[in-house]
Structure formats: structure tokens, C-alpha cells
């Protein structure tokens, strides 16, 4: 969340008798900061100048937790009160006049250490927080001033002890390094939203590559002395992709990036750079996956602003042109097993729990990412595959010439694509867009008269508009092609050049729908979303015990519900590997499969249970095998079946599934 849009909710709060009578009216914000931080003592100092055009009443917001020693607008120390409001301090200023104004405000504090989080934790809102391994001041926490929601211009100088350095988003204007410390200057010319502060006892390594008719561009990674020598792949791997959107979208809209390590595991993108965590740096898939997404975010999120009251469109937008693209570079299976997880996924979220795509904001939670980015990127799959790709990039580079620097909605999303197609597609966003679930699509029957296919396909209602894909078998071969489904039931009739004998419904996944039982196999996600899911720890050891349960409030993502006994409703089971295998038959639940037995030191595995319901087990040697599953596990809901070697996973997988075949009579 960000700080412009918690302030947001402060519009209606009353801070003085006449705010209501006097809204302000203000533009053309520029800040000119001078930041102070010694990481060791966490101490913060900072002055700031805010200068606007303005009217009527400003409201200057800053975190609750600073000293403040001076407030005062166009030289008049500022003598109302603030108001206090979700940990921030809110004064209402009177402006005296309409015209240029400045505020300036001195304050100090001590902030926060670095805590011990994990991957969960970073997706909540976290406080400004300092050490010497490294100091992270996200935006949106209240740590420099902001005038309501209004975007603002900046300058930034910091000053950090020897031994640290550090840097926000922006260009780098200067910086000097001496015995006194570091000290630099940064700039952010466009419109920003928020502010993120970051230092470390980072090794900095640089490379300029020039770019005709533009400025060069800056590539930088400031790492942790033991990440110097992933430096120079990280660089390469930034070029690359700079390279490849800049082609795509449309030029590269700064003059630097930076590839920055964090203490925390995090995974975060910010106008010219992203911070992620020491452990995902060294993971040796990030620079093929990961990065290429934060990349794309200064295109997407932080080159064209995402309108939150409407809506997030910059993560499924994101996820379709890097994640899955990648996906598509791998290899047609690589691109149809990303589809193949994310129904999956879709489908392990219980009837009723998700949101629409209107309502999705940020990342929370497993559910939150599987509607905001994997839903959000098969609606511009869709959409591709309805208007083609050439018409798709072309949409895509007219809305990033329309909308750089200012925010954007879906709706201006779809206006785009309208104009490089020349179709109307409101009902296609809107369908998407605003209703929660997905359609479940059915073969009623299938006939043939010679070479002529009769069919019928339904849909649960209200009916979607669906164009919906056919893989046909023929005496002469396979045929595919697609009908458009616009009622609860249709009947079809496909003239086709050899004797149809069977037809598959959507065998690819084309389509965003509600997959068949019979195409679900059982997965962990099933009972790490579902609220009903209950765990029994089974074993005899307390100490065993004590990291079950530890593993099963970071495996869900609801508070466990803990039992002795199967109810029928989804269940968990975890235990050492003779007390899973006793509690498994004494409740006549599905033995551990032959796939797992004797591997490892750890097994996981996903069935279903008699009453219909699915079942996980987490299956360890002994409580040090089942604490090494605490930090990787969580990650791999989207898995049947897991073997590790401790912390490692060695094999994995997922059980089959069918594709929806309908023999033609």
C-alpha cells in the first residue's frame, strides 16, 4: 500500500474549522531533501523544502514517530496543532494566498531494526528500519513529508557513515567518498508517487551502454561484498532485457538501473531499480525470471502509474510479458505447463473466495496473486490470441506513449487495444474485469453426419462471451479451430473436410475456465488457500510437534485449525514418517504413494481422501529433516508430490491430469 493511497483516507477527516470551506488546490510539487542516516545507531535526520502552487488548505503529512523541530510555511513557524491518524502526523495549513508556497520542515528519529521476516512478512506494510547490514525506508511509511496524494518532483541528499553506501530511485547527479563517509545527490524529474531509501556496505559495479538518439544508460549492482561475483551476469542480464522492452514497448523512459541487495527477502521494484533479497540473488534462475518482471515494472508501474481505484492492471500486465513470455521462449510445453499451474491454482481457491479484478490491489496473500497476476495475465492472453500479436504490441505501445508518467486505468487499457483493433471489447473487460469465479465449460454432446460435426456446448450462468477452442481427431488428422459460446447452451454445426471421431474441449488452456475434475489432480495449494482445511500433527514427539505446527501457520494462509481426527473436510497431516504412515491407516486415508517412499529425508505428498475431499501430508525423518521445510516448502503449492534433502528439493511433480474428450457417435 501506498502512502498517497492511505492518506486518501484521511480526505474526510476535519483538521480545522474552515478545511472543509477551503480545498486546496495544488501542483507542481518539487521536495528538496537533505537525509542523514547512521545505520549503526539507526538515527535519522532529515530537512525538507517543499515548494507548490497552491490554494486554500495543505495538508502535510509525517510519520508519528519523528522529533519535530520545525514547521513553518512561506517563513511562518506553523502553529496549529497535527492530527494523528494510522501512525501519521497530519497538519492542516492554511494557505494565505494563491500562488508559489514553500514548507519547510526539520525533523529526527530513531528507526527500527532490521527484524527477522520471512517472504510473507515483505508482502505486509513494513516500517522504516536501519542496521548495519543494511537499512531499508520504504515509501508510503510517513519517512519524508507529502502533501495529500499529490505526485511530486525531487532532490535528494544523503549522508551516510564510512563504510555504507546508499541510494533512492532517481538519477545519480553526484557522489564522494572519504574518510568522512558517503555522500551523494540524487534526481527524480518525473512525477513520483513515493520515495524509497536503501543502504548497505554495498561494492558498486557499473556499466554505460549507450543508446542512439538518447542519453546512455546507467547499469549498476550494489551488492553485499559476498555477491561481487554475480555482478557482471546480473549486469548482462539487465542489458538484455532493457534491450528487449525498449524494442517491444517503447524506449527505456531513464537514464539508470540498479540491481540491489537486500538483508530482508524481499522482492520489490521501484523507478530504476529493484531490491531483492541476498538468498533470491544467488538463486541461479532469478536473472532469467525474476529480474526480467522487475525490469518490466518501469514500464509498467512505475513509467505509467496503476490507478488503484479502479484496479491493478500493471501485475497481470507484467506477468504476461515476462513471466509467461519467457515461458513461450522455453518452448510450447514450458508455455502450456505456466497455464496448466495457474487453473490449477485458480481452481484450489474454494468457490466464493476470490475477488474481481477491479478489487485487486496488491500482493497479500496466495489468493490475492493468483486472481492479480495469473488471472490478470491469461486476460491478455486471451486477448492476444483474439486480436493477434502484431495488433496486441501495437495496442501496448500506444497506451505507453498516451499514458508515461501519469496514471492509468483498465479502461484506458482497453481503449487502447479498441483503437490498434478496431473492436469494441467492453464486454470482454468487463466480464473479466468484474465478476469473481470463472466459467466452467462442458461438451453436452457430440454427432456426426458424414464429414459434418453436430455439437453442443453449456456454461453455468450468467453466461460468459467465450471464444472457445476445438481440438478435433479426423479420419485425416487433427483439426483445431474455435466457436464463440454466448448462452448457458449452444448447439454448433462444423462442416469439416474428414469424418470427425473425437473433439477435446480447450485442450491447450487457452481459456480462463474452471477446470474439469477429471483435469485437477490434487495439489498442496488446495490446502494451503482453503479456510476449511483442518491439520492434525501426528506424532508422539513434543518436539516434532512444536515445528509441525510452526509449519502449518507458515503453509496456510488462514490460522490452522488443529484436530485429532479426519472431519471429512480438506486436511493436512504432518508427522514423523512412522507416525504419518499409522495415522494414515488407522483413518483408512490413501497410503504414501510409491512415488516418494524411501527418498530423501523429507516426503510430501497430496491425495484425496475417501469423503472427496483433498489431503496433504509432510512426512519427515526427524524434527531436523521437518524444520529444514520451514522456509522452502511454503513455495510450492502449486506441486503434487516433493522429495528434499533437507532444505533441498531433489524431485518434484504433479499427478496427471485428462484433458476434457468427448467421443464423437
Not at 210 to 223: A, D, N, S
Not at 297 to 315: L, P
Not at 333 to 359: E, H, K
Request: proline share 7%; hydrophobic share 40%.
Amino acid at each position: 500500500m501506498t502512502w498517497s493511497r492511505l492518506f486518501r483516507g484521511l480526505a474526510g477527516l476535519v483538521l480545522c474549522a474552515n478545511a472543509a470551506a477551503q480545498p486546496a488546490h495544488i501542483e507542481s510539487v518539487h521536495q528538496d531533501l537533505s537525509v542523514e542516516l547512521d545505520p549503526a545507531t539507526r538515527e535519522l535526520r532529515v530537512s525538507a523544502q517543499i515548494g507548490f502552487e497552491g490554494s486554500g488548505v495543505a495538508r502535510l503529512g509525517l510519520g508519528d514517530g519523528f522529533a519535530v523541530e520545525a514547521v513553518a510555511v512561506d517563513g511562518d513557524p506553523v502553529a496549529v496543532a497535527p492530527a494523528r491518524e494510522s501512525g501519521l502526523r497530519v497538519w492542516a495549513l492554511e494557505l494565505k494566498n494563491t500562488g508559489r508556497h514553500q514548507i519547510v520542515v526539520r525533523y529526527s528519529g530513531t528507526l527500527q531494526a532490521l527484524p527477522e521476516i520471512d517472504h510473507r512478512a515483505t508482502l505486509q506494510r513494513l516500517p522504516p528500519m536501519a542496521g548495519t547490514e543494511g537499512s531499508y525506508l520504504p515509501g508510503g511509511t510517513g519517512w519524508y513529508p507529502l502533501l495529500g496524494e499529490q505526485q511530486f518532483t525531487y532532490r535528494l541528499h544523503l549522508k551516510l557513515p564510512p563504510g555504507q553506501r546508499g541510494l533512492v530511485p532517481g538519477r545519480l547527479v553526484a557522489e564522494e567518498t572519504d574518510a568522512r563517509g558517503y555522500r551523494a545527490e540524487y534526481e527524480f524529474s518525473h512525477p513520483a508517487e513515493s520515495i524509497e531509501l536503501m543502504a548497505g556496505p554495498y561494492e558498486v559495479r557499473e556499466r554505460v551502454v549507450e543508446r542512439p538518439g538518447g542519453p546512455p544508460v546507467h547499469l549498476r549492482t550494489w551488492f553485499h561484498p559476498e555477491l561481487h561475483d554475480l555482478a557482471s551476469g546480473y549486469l548482462d542480464a539487465v542489458e538484455g532485457y532493457l534491450r528487449l522492452y525498449s524494442e517491444w514497448i517503447g524506449a527505456y523512459p531513464f537514464t539508470e538501473f540498479s540491481v540491489v541487495s537486500s538483508p530482508l527477502p524481499t522482492g520489490f521494484g521501484m523507478p530504476t531499480l529493484t531490491y531483492l533479497g541476498i538468498d533470491v540473488l544467488r538463486l541461479p534462475f532469478i536473472k532469467s525470471t525474476s529480474l526480467g518482471h522487475e525490469v518490466l515494472h518501469n514500464w509498467w508501474g512505475n513509467g505509467v502509474y496503476v490507478d488503484y481505484e479502479r484496479g491493478n492492471w500493471c501485475e497481470g500486465l507484467t506477468t504476461f510479458m515476462a513471466d509467461y513470455f519467457y515461458k513461450e521462449q522455453e518452448g510450447a510445453s514450458a508455455a502450456y505447463a505456466t497455464r496448466q499451474t495457474w487453473l490449477r491454482d485458480f481452481a484450489a481457491i474454494p468457490v466464493g473466495q476470490d475477488t474481481p479484478l477491479t478489487a485487486f490491489t496488491a500482493r497479500s496473500h496466495g489468493t490475492s496473486q493468483i486472481v492479480g497476476y495469473h488471472k490478470a495475465a491469461y486476460l491478455f492472453l486471451m486477448l492476444c490470441e483474439r486480436i493477434g500479436a502484431a495488433t496486441f504490441d501495437a495496442g501496448l505501445r500506444e497506451f505507453w506513449q498516451q499514458h508515461r508518467f501519469a496514471r492509468a486505468g483498465w479502461d484506458d487499457l482497453r481503449r487502447a487495444f479498441e483503437r490498434s483493433s478496431g473492436e469494441t471489447l467492453d464486454v470482454l473487460f468487463e466480464q473479466w474485469l468484474t465478476r469473481t469465479g470463472a466459467p466452467r465449460v462442458r461438451i453436452e454432446d457430440a454427432s456426426r453426419d458424414g464429414n459434418t460435426l453436430h455439437m453442443r456446448l453449456a456454461q453455468d450462468g450468467p453466461a460468459y462471451v467465450l471464444r472457445v477452442p476445438l481440438a478435433i481427431d479426423t479420419a485425416e488428422g487433427p483439426k483445431t479451430l474455435a466457436v464463440d459460446l454466448t448462452c448457458p447452451s449452444q448447439a454448433f454445426t462444423l462442416q469439416l473436410d474428414a469424418t470427425p471421431r473425437t473433439v477435446a474441449l480447450d485442450p491447450q488452456l487457452l481459456l480462463f475456465r474452471r477446470l474439469e475434475p477429471s483435469e485437477l489432480p490434487p495439489i498442496l495449494r488446495q490446502v494451503m488457500l482453503d479456510p476449511a482445511t483442518h491439520t492434525v500433527v501426528a506424532s508422539r514427539d513434543s518436539a516434532v510437534a512444536a515445528v509441525a505446527r510452526e509449519l502449518a501457520s507458515k503453509l496456510q494462509d488462514s490460522v490452522p485449525r488443529f484436530d485429532r481426527e479426519p472431519t471429512g473436510a480438506p486436511l493436512l497431516v504432518i508427522g514423523a514418517h512412522a507416525d504419518v504412515d499409522r495415522f494414515l491407516a488407522e483413518h483408512d486415508l490413501p497410503a504414501r504413494p510409491e512415488t516418494v517412499r524411501g527418498r530423501g529425508t523429507a516426503q510430501v505428498w497430496t491425495a484425496t481422501q475417501p469423503s472427496g475431499a483433498a489431503l496433504a501430508v509432510v512426512s519427515a525423518a526427524d524434527v531436523s529433516a521437518l524444520r529444514g521445510l520451514l522456509r522452502p516448502l511454503p513455495h510450492y503449492g502449486g506441486q503434487s508430490w516433493l522429495v528434499f534433502e533437507g532444505a533441498k528439493v531433489v524431485e518434484r511433480g504433479v499427478w496427471p491430469g485428462e484433458s476434457v474428450v468427448s467421443a464423437v457417435d
